[in-house]
């Protein structure tokens, strides 16, 4: 059964940072799709940032330049470093996976079979 479990969420000033951290466990399909979501209350979820096993990347037009997503080497650690938070960012994020990247309703291609259950980010202006 996979299981992912975000951390790392805070509370900090606009121009801050922060690193999200999502631990994976029971992953074992070959391929994947690993990316971040957020959503901010009576608003739709949307995709932030995603990473593949063919080595892509891809990020919201919002976040590029300021954001990087990465997983480490035994897939079982996806993080999301922010760089330069705007109070636009403060959202509760979300880690999910999937064998693919699917087209998501609300545009890009972002993984959707396993989600984590989220974590807080407040930007303060």
């Known amino acids: 059964q996979v299981q992912l479990r975000e951390s790392g969420g805070d509370s900090v000033q606009s121009g801050g940072s922060l690193r999200l951290s999502c631990a994976i466990s029971?992953?074992?399909?070959?391929?994947?799709?690993m990316g971040w979501y957020r959503q901010v209350p009576g608003r739709e979820r949307e995709g932030v940032a995603a990473?593949?096993?063919?080595?892509?990347?891809r990020y919201r037009d919002s976040v590029r330049g300021r954001f990087t997503v990465s997983l480490n080497d035994a897939k079982n650690m996806l993080y999301l470093q922010m760089n330069n938070l705007k109070p636009d960012d403060t959202a509760t994020y979300y880690c999910?996976?999937?064998?693919?990247?699917?087209?998501?309703?609300?545009?890009?291609?972002?993984?959707?079979?396993?989600w984590g259950q989220g974590t807080q980010v407040t930007v303060s202006s």
């Open positions: 029971g992953y074992t399909y070959p391929t994947y799709c």
């Open positions: 990473i593949e096993s063919d080595g892509n990347s």
């Open positions: 999910a996976a999937d064998l693919f990247c699917q087209i998501y309703y609300s545009g890009g291609l972002y993984p959707s079979r396993y």
